[in-house]
């Protein structure tokens, strides 16, 4: 009868490790659950991992269970990109549907694997399957795997392994991914017809600066026979020869401004700054602003109630948040958590959230119902970006057009500032011939 090798916890926390001596792997899983333990991992002996791996070194074959392609590091960005949030939060729910029905872990993974079309997903699921049936717990496999899935997802399966528990933090993963995707598309959708306007004025502009505006300066030229031009006319054809002559420079200027902006952003007192504007800047402020408390509630909630250490969640929160504003608060909370006080007091020196927040989590601190809050907190600010992306819609839209008009009025008034001039100067010669006749 083989032997099988395990490590569980007990009900107190304390890992054990042992041998068994069963005909199946599901049998010691059985075997281990009637005394008492959460096993974590079960491997038959012979298949122990670091033995197999030297008995492939030693005779040059592959690990048993695993492909020697596998092993293969090929660092080739579309084959090890990362996936799409909306695709991993439909693998997610999927995976807590099938957890929730009573469908094995494995099996469950071996039917969303089958049935995936995201090529990267499809292989790394394949990975899981083969460190899970190889006796690793589900978070050990998904640890193999950072850049597909992140800490907050890794520390979550974890907490929900060690309490038995993880349909259910499955099923709380999967609805705060479907709530950051909902969140997150709003702010998208509300995004899309200013950056649509603004793409349509650019070409406007551009069209009217190369082709339409040159043609106007010999016309006027024969026009006003040597006469100078208004200054504001001169400007705007001084501008469309520039773009019409130098383009290739011209768009070499724009492409390095948006370059050094991108390395600006990469120095964190760059990304300091930029992140400070966002939350100041008029119209889109607040709904940024919004967005990033929600977001952390929303996260911290959920890493808490899941049964995630504070400490650990505050970290996997400050690198989650997306804001170096908003990072930096969450900084000073873990170190006042870590000297044993509160959460409140560095909230509120933080300046980013607002007093409401501040108390409701000072409430949910007393009363021992932080995650409870947190939640409560994350619901009402998503409602708020709701309202907020629909008044800023409402108000954009009148901007963009004001400024539309702006630009393209400007260029006509400056084309018909000549034709003024010129119209001025013969009304005036008309006038002085026909008093020179009376």
């Known amino acids: 009868m083989p032997k099988f090798q395990y490590v569980a916890m007990d009900s107190r926390g304390k890992e054990t490790k042992g041998t068994l001596e069963v005909a199946s792997q599901n049998e010691a899983i059985g075997r281990l659950k009637e005394m008492g333990f959460f096993p974590t991992k079960v491997v038959e002996a012979e298949k122990v991992p670091d033995k197999a791996d030297k008995k492939a070194k030693s005779s040059g074959a592959a690990p048993r ?37 009573g469908l094995p872990l494995l099996r469950g993974m071996r039917v969303l694997e089958r049935q995936e079309r ?27 795997h950072p850049k597909i899935f992140n800490r907050l997802y890794i520390n979550m399966v974890k907490a929900g ?12 993963l999967a609805e705060f991914m479907e709530k950051a995707q909902k969140i997150k598309g709003k702010v998208v959708a509300a995004m899309f017809y200013p950056v649509a306007v603004m793409t349509v004025a650019v ?15 010999q016309i006027f030229k024969d026009m006003l026979e040597g006469r100078p031009l208004p200054g504001f006319t001169r400007l ?27 390395l600006i952003l990469k120095w964190r ?7 400070k504007f966002k939350l100041h800047m008029p119209v889109l402020g607040p709904v940024i602003s919004k967005v990033a408390i929600a977001r952390f509630t929303r996260t911290l909630g ?32 873990h170190e006042s958590v870590k000297e044993g006080e509160t ?22 601190e007393q009363t021992g119902a932080l995650p409870e809050m947190l939640m409560k907190i994350a619901d009402t600010y998503e409602d708020e970006v709701d309202n907020a992306v629909s008044a800023m819609t409402s108000l954009l839209e009148p901007i963009m057009i004001v400024f539309l008009a702006v630009i393209v009025g400007s260029i006509v008034i400056a084309l018909f500032l000549p034709l003024i001039d010129l119209i001025n100067q013969l009304g005036g010669s008309d006038g002085g011939s026909r008093d020179g006749d009376e």
């Open 65 to 101: 269970g695993k492909k020697r392609g596998k092993d293969i590091n090929i660092n080739i960005p579309f084959l090890t990109g990362r996936v799409k949030p909306k695709v991993m939060t439909a693998f997610t729910r999927q995976l807590a549907t099938l957890v929730d029905a």
């Open 118 to 144: 995201n090529p990267t997903l499809k292989r790394v699921l394949g990975d899981i399957s083969v460190a899970i049936e190889g006796g690793s717990t589900f978070s050990e496999a998904l640890a193999q």
């Open 161 to 172: 392994e060690l309490g038995g528990v993880l349909e259910v933090v499955l099923n709380r």
């Open 203 to 217: 070409v406007i502009l551009g069209v009217l600066m190369v082709f339409v505006v040159p043609r106007f300066e």
């Open 236 to 262: 705007v054809l001084d501008i469309a020869n520039v773009i019409k002559d130098h383009f290739i420079i011209s768009a070499g200027v724009v492409f390095g401004a948006f370059v050094l902006f991108r």
């Open 269 to 275: 007192v760059g990304r300091l700054l930029f992140d």
């Open 302 to 333: 959920t890493l808490v109630s899941s049964g995630v250490p504070i400490l650990q969640a505050l970290t996997i929160v400050k690198e989650t948040s997306g804001n170096v504003v908003v990072s930096d608060a969450v900084a000073r909370v």
């Open 343 to 364: 959460i409140t007091a560095p909230l509120d020196a933080a300046n980013v959230f607002p007093p409401m927040v501040v108390s409701m989590v000072d409430v949910g």
